[in-house]
């Protein structure tokens, strides 16, 4: 069912920018695409979604190529707090737009 | 700011016994979620519920499984006989709408613990 690719893991030192990669070749025209992060025994935190133009919020940026066929999270100054596994995901869409989740990204800041 | 609400944090059941695990969704979302991450593993979808009746379920959800909005703010998982591999965390999520533009809130998440 996976319809993105993530590297498994990444380290970003504290205070500096993270940039999280996601591949979606097969994203269609009309597909958004989310971005989740679960820290460690918590619930799937929403970050950002985005459709083809760049969005930013009070938690990240998204970058999204013009082709549509990969992103970027940014984390702009990542703490301790934001380690925890990011997920990049496309809609199922169908009667319940379920969320597929893969295997994400863990991303270690370290101090 | 809303957010999701699950109840209790933790439950600790026998092998057999039924379970409820309880979930507030954002007062004003019409769509609701039961997902569930064994430990170690990936998140994975259970049920999604709309208008007071299942709309899609996983083939984990089998006849053990029941889901239920008994009132206007609670949305209820129950399992009726436990099995020691339904141990795990149990995560509610709610939706305004099925539009894209429309993201999922996820609960803090029960663990349940069969032994």
């Known amino acids: 069912d996976a319809k993105t690719t993530q590297p498994p893991s990444m380290d970003c030192a504290e205070g500096r920018a993270a940039n999280l990669p996601c591949n979606h070749s097969?994203?269609?025209?009309?597909?958004?695409v989310y971005w989740y992060r679960q820290i460690h025994s918590q619930g799937p935190q929403y970050i950002i979604h985005?459709?083809?133009n760049n969005e930013t919020n009070e938690m990240a940026s998204l970058i999204i190529t013009e082709d549509r066929k990969s992103s970027t999270l940014i984390l702009p100054h990542a703490t301790l707090r934001d380690t925890a596994v990011y997920y990049c995901?496309?809609?199922?869409?169908?009667?319940?737009?379920?969320?597929?989740f893969g295997t994400g990204t863990l991303l270690a800041v370290q101090p | 700011e809303p957010e999701v609400t699950q109840t209790p944090s933790h439950q600790v059941t026998q092998m057999g016994q039924e379970v409820i695990l309880r979930c507030v969704p954002i007062?004003?979302?019409?769509?609701f979620y039961w997902y569930r991450q064994i430990l170690g593993q990936k998140v994975e979808f259970l049920v999604s519920?709309?208008?007071?009746?299942?709309?899609?379920k996983s083939e984990i959800f089998d006849d053990q499984f029941s889901v239920e909005r008994p009132d206007g703010s609670n949305f209820t998982l129950k399992i009726r006989s436990t099995k020691l591999e339904d141990s795990a965390m149990y995560f509610c999520?709610?939706?305004?709408?099925?539009?894209?533009?429309?993201?999922?809130?996820f609960g803090p998440g029960t663990r349940l613990t069969v032994t």
């Open positions: 097969t994203i269609s025209g009309n597909e958004y």
């Open positions: 519920f709309y208008n007071n009746e299942i709309s899609e």
């Open positions: 007062s004003n979302h019409l769509y």
């Open positions: 995901i496309l809609p199922t869409g169908g009667a319940t737009n379920k969320l597929i």
């Open positions: 999520a709610s939706r305004l709408t099925l539009l894209q533009i429309n993201e999922q809130y």
């Open positions: 985005g459709l083809k």
